[in-house]
Nanobody, 114 residues
Framework: QVQLVESGGGLVQPGGSLRLSCAAS????????MGWYRQAPGKQREWVAG???????TYADSVKGRFTISRDNAKNTVYLQMNSLRPEDTAVYYC????????WGQGTQVTVSS
């Protein structure tokens, strides 16, 4: 059973930046395409960004040009660099496989507010 642990969230002013990390247990991480997802209060969880085994990245239109996903297979970790943050980016952020097939972690709260 793979465990996912997200970290790096916090309170940031509009226009600020944060870097999220997601560490996965086990040795199968490098075989999977990974994704970042978020869930805002009262809304369904949505996909934010994805990265394949071969480092091809894709983004939701709402974050394109502001967020960057990356991975370090040696560390079983996927990252999300978030720049030019907006209040509408406020949410709990999660990582999982591209299919959302692993058990969800606790997520990390990102709050964008002045």
């Amino acid at each position: 059973q793979v465990q996912l642990v997200e970290s790096g969230g916090g309170l940031v002013q509009p226009g600020g930046s944060l870097r999220l990390s997601c560490a996965a247990s086990g040795s199968i991480f490098s075989f999977y395409s990974m994704g970042w997802y978020r869930q805002a209060p009262g809304k369904q969880r949505e996909w934010v960004a994805g990265i394949t085994r071969f480092d091809t990245a894709t983004y939701a239109d709402s974050v394109k040009g502001r967020f960057t996903i990356s991975r370090d297979n040696a560390k079983n970790t996927v990252y999300l660099q978030m720049n030019s943050l907006r209040p509408e980016d406020t949410a709990v952020y999660y990582c999982n496989t591209a299919a959302g097939g692993w058990t969800w972690g606790q997520g990390t709260q990102v709050t964008v507010s002045s």
